[in-house]
């Protein structure tokens, strides 16, 4: 999906929802359990409940991962029954050497048609890059994360040396034989940033804003406005409204600009708004009140 | 496996040799193709031929994601084969909010009875504290990498706030109405140190040197003297000897200790020693070969 299409939706169906489907086998409705494929019955629920509301699904992969090979089945079937409207994530976290990161974007995106995966930048450029290869699909690199642990090295702060080379002209003095010249003057700066901004400034150089998004949490409110400065065009997946307690209204007036520019995403409070027979209705009215106040904030 | 019987099988098989199963469907010897599950006949055969050379496999996760469903199948089935004697692990750099990792290890340590895991440390503690929870299970946390990435953040410089808290007694005049008391002072200082210092020392305290290793590349021989005074007692799984160019002398001599205290992963250069028929028989020569080598460093 281009950037252009996944934006028509957002404009088109007021929405900026992503609908996360970390479906948990203990906690889905137990009459569900009798089915062949409880865990496909239930996505399957919850997308035509939802799927008028929302312009996004991220699949969580751990949870289909927990179940073994039924798992991943339940996942292949999932990402195909979902179609080409919505832009489908698989919320993966992956990243390795480049061969091993080329046979990761094949799983997602030729072997299963995701359009984009969540990627872990510690291993550099060129665990990242392989995912940037594929036509129209997308890699979305962690940047501020909304648990607790980014404290422990997203938030620390790093030394960042700034190199700028000036070439200056020839310089000469009207007496030919006493010119010289100045090729080149380095200028060395060095300051201080978190190691997150370094992520979003230095892997935003490795795709364009129309194949790179990066993760910002939520909860992590305090730095939208310097996130937004650092990466003014690209699109960010948003976690961590509803169970982790991150205020749509806050990083929607701090981080929206002016083609959307953002996917928020609910898992829990939508997914399992009731445990019971109704959790499909329940599910699309916990859609419905997060797309109705999605619109009111969508210039 | 605990490190007591990890270290066992060491000494027994005079080897530290870990044979990495990266099992690429495009690679295997074509007449393994007609096979039901070639990928599985393939590693089956490796494994047959390999195993009292070695004390480890490691299976590449993306390269069994690659193959979707079939690949999933074959990654169990293999690692299923494997049985108690090896150290199972997955390399499938993982790591999320606590409740992802939670199923991360479940779907690893549970369904699969791998006996580690490869974890990616961006997300901090609460993202890899949930596979230090499980008996006898391991997490592998990325360190300092093998591949070019590695300049990327790694070896990038951070600051480092160290607070030192002094707790002082009560100092009194002879006079007791003179009396003043000095309870706490605290010392701030400032150091540097590159990045991958700090995920060594920081995650070196979210688990022990009987569950948490480190992934240091064999390419990054320059940095093993200072990594090892950093982390004295954990356990290493080097990769990047072979194919990537790392020496296998070079990090023995610089990293080994008394218990051993490294895994030396090679892949492709023993699964692939031939790409014909007689690909076990090769693939046990150059295990042999490393095998051989191992001997004549081990102390």
């Known amino acids: ?23 948990d086998i203990s906690k889905i409705p137990r009459h569900l359990l009798s089915e062949p494929d409880p865990v496909f019955t239930f996505n399957k629920a919850i997308i035509d409940a939802t799927k008028d509301l929302c312009v996004s699904y991220k699949i969580n992969t751990a949870f289909y991962e927990a179940l073994g090979v039924k798992g991943w089945e339940a996942m292949e079937r999932t990402v195909r029954y979902l179609g080409e409207e919505h832009f489908k994530i698989a919320d993966a976290k992956r990243g390795d050497i480049g061969n091993t990161s080329d046979l990761y974007a094949k799983a997602f995106f030729e072997t299963m048609p995701f359009d984009a995966i969540t990627v872990a930048p510690y291993m550099g450029e060129d665990s990242v890059r392989p995912f940037l290869q594929h036509k129209n699909k997308w890699a979305i690199v962690l940047g501020l994360t909304s648990n607790k642990g980014a404290n422990d090295f997203e938030l620390k702060q790093m030394i960042v040396r700034q190199t700028t080379e000036t070439t200056r002209e020839e310089i000469k003095d009207s007496n030919e034989d006493a010119g010289y010249r100045i090729d080149e003057v380095t200028i060395d700066t060095n300051y201080v940033s978190f190691l997150y901004e370094q992520v979003l400034s230095t892997a935003s150089k490795w795709g364009t804003t129309g194949n790179l998004m990066f993760v910002i949490g ?12 650092l990466t003014p065009d690209h699109f960010y997946l948003v976690p961590g409204v509803g169970a982790q307690g991150g205020s749509l209204k806050e990083i929607s007036e701090k981080a929206m600009i002016k083609d959307c520019g953002i996917l928020v995403n609910v898992s829990r409070a939508i997914i399992y708004a009731s445990g019971k027979n109704d959790f499909a209705e329940k599910a699309r009215e916990a859609a419905k009140a997060y797309q109705q106040e999605m619109n009111s904030y969508l210039k």
């Open 1 to 23: 999906m281009t950037r252009q299409q996944l934006v028509e939706q957002i404009y088109k169906k007021k929405s900026y929802l992503c609908v996360g489907l970390d479906t």
């Open 218 to 229: 939520a909860t992590q409110a305090n730095e939208f406005t310097n996130i937004r400065k």
